[in-house]
């Protein structure tokens, strides 16, 4: 029997667009299907649209090739022997997940399905809905000989989506019937064998041919579980280190200090807990409010996900508080602003805490001039320039006149700045680092006022700072 597979994928946003080009370069054929024609389009003509390392490198190598792009998903579902879901799950007014599109998705794979088919889940959903998705079919007439519904969530980062997808740290596969699984297993070969790890030209990451990813197997519902518990998990990390970095200001101790010591214990380890703004982007916010909605639904006090969702609210809010210690009034002041995008080396700008800041620094009559390396033009789409708001081509020009720097965003490039024109190029040298990107004493030492998040807040000795002026 051949080791490759027919794969459909069903939508071509971050996980749907990554997942089938990276399946293709496991060694499969893919079909990937979007509904919206222009998307189709500029696909096919070789347009990534998404900003994502290895992305247009792998476009370019199997589009309409091993990836071909197309909206008919009849077509797709009868060459195929494994359909993908990758549509979107917004959330809902009421804060659950809405389902519509998945349910679509089925219906319609449902009118086209003649031989056995394995339907994958690979959008965040909640427990249940691969039942609702055997369900959807079999109301449609497909008997149920006919298809298995499997769960394999996916768990990549955007801006390293691709390396995320060929090197992970795990592959999950909930799947209640043997014939559905050995589907996932004969698709993730070329990775759980090590085998894609020896290719000349494989993408490099963490795993290897010795160390290759292991594959999970667990029923479907754990699966769903696992997803959401795993990003909830993860906000919480995140929404814990923001509550002690506000500990460690209100008590002079420095958060860095305190979350290198924590995360050195192997049990708690140090990723994702990097103090900030607050978590945003397309997946927590939505994924920690559907988590919470399924438990509701459940009966079960999951109130600890409300806490780690307030703290996170907290957090912006927070920061505009530092903004306006450091200022004494914000009405009228000029504000440079580095990163709009939800995270740093992505040009995705869904939940931005930083767009979030921006909109309440122009609710208190600030004046704006922002720079982002990539989300700019998103971000105008929903925050046109005017009077008050610029987007400006680099980090100098944001800078320029203005009364203080905020930086939102952790791109790599905002923290190898040059700090000598920085400093010659603000109206006052102020920084407000809602990323704790520099080490306060150097920022002392190019004469910057230099605040942060979790550590004490760090003043040249000629500025009159609050703790000096409190003792004069
Ligand atoms: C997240 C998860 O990390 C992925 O595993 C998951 O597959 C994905 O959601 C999803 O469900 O699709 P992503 O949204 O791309 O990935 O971004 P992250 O790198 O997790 O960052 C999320 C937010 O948390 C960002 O705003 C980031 O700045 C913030 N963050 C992250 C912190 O404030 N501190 C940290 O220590 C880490």
């Known amino acids: 029997m051949t080791e490759d597979v027919k794969i459909a994928v069903v939508g071509s946003g971050y996980v749907g667009l990554v997942a089938a080009v990276c399946f293709a370069e496991m060694g499969h054929d893919v079909i990937c299907v979007d509904n919206d024609e222009r998307k189709v389009a500029a696909l096919q003509g070789g347009d990534s649209l998404i900003h994502e390392n290895f992305l247009p490198e ?13 909206t008919d998903l009849a077509e797709a579902t009868r060459e195929c022997e494994a359909i993908f879901i990758a549509v979107g799950t917004p959330q809902s007014e009421a804060g659950d997940a809405d389902l519509s599109y998945v349910e679509a998705v089925a219906c319609e794979i449902a009118r086209s399905l003649t031989s056995y088919k394995v339907i994958v889940e690979k959008s965040t959903v909640p427990v249940y809905t691969n039942e609702w998705v055997t369900r959807s079919m079999e109301r449609n007439g ?4 006919l298809f298995d519904v499997v769960s394999n969530p996916e768990f990549l980062r955007e801006g390293t989506a691709v390396c995320d997808f060929l090197h992970p740290d795990r592959i999950v596969v909930g799947a209640d019937s043997d014939r559905a ?7 993730y070969r070329p990775l759980t064998s090590g085998a894609y790890y020896t290719r000349a030209n494989a993408i490099e990451g963490v795993c290897n041919e010795s160390e290759p990813p292991e594959l999970l197997m667990t029923s479907t519902k754990s699966a769903e579980i696992i997803k959401h518990a795993s990003n909830a998990f993860l906000a919480l990390k995140i929404s814990f280190i923001n509550a002690v970095s506000n500990l460690c200001e209100a008590t002079n101790a420095n958060v860095e200090q305190v979350a290198r010591g924590m995360g050195l214990d192997t049990r708690i380890g140090p990723r994702f807990l990097r103090p900030g703004i607050g978590y945003g982007g397309s997946c927590f916010p ?6 919470r909605s399924v438990a509701e639904q459940l009966g079960i006090d999951f109130n600890l996900l409300t806490e780690v969702e307030k703290i996170n609210s907290q957090q912006k809010k927070r920061f505009l508080n530092k903004v306006r210690s450091a200022l004494w009034t914000l009405r009228g002041k000029r504000i440079g602003v580095l990163g709009l995008a939800f995270k740093g080396e992505t040009d995705d700008i869904r939940e931005s805490p930083a767009i979030e800041v921006v909109e309440m620094l122009l609710a208190e009559g600030c004046s704006v001039t922002a720079y982002d390396p990539a989300a700019m033009k998103r971000t105008e789409e929903v925050l046109p320039a005017s009077r008050s708001l610029r987007y400006v081509s680099d980090a100098y020009a944001a800078a320029e006149d203005a009364d203080a720097l905020l930086i939102l965003t952790d791109w790599a490039e905002f923290a190898s700045l040059d700090l000598g024109q920085l400093n010659k190029t603000l109206r006052y040298p102020i920084i407000i680092d809602g990323r704790n990107m520099y080490d306060p004493p150097t920022m002392v030492k190019h004469g910057f006022t230099y605040l942060s998040i979790g550590r004490p807040a760090a003043y ?3 500025d009159l700072s609050p703790a000096l002026s409190a003792h004069s």
């Open 286 to 291: 939505k994924d920690v409010a559907a988590f």
């Open 460 to 462: 040249p000795v000629r």
């Open 142 to 145: 497909v008997a149920r000989h």
């Open 181 to 187: 699984a050995e589907v996932l297993q004969r698709i």
């Open 58 to 70: 792998l476009l370019g190598k199997y589009r309409n090739t091993k990836v071909r792009f197309m």
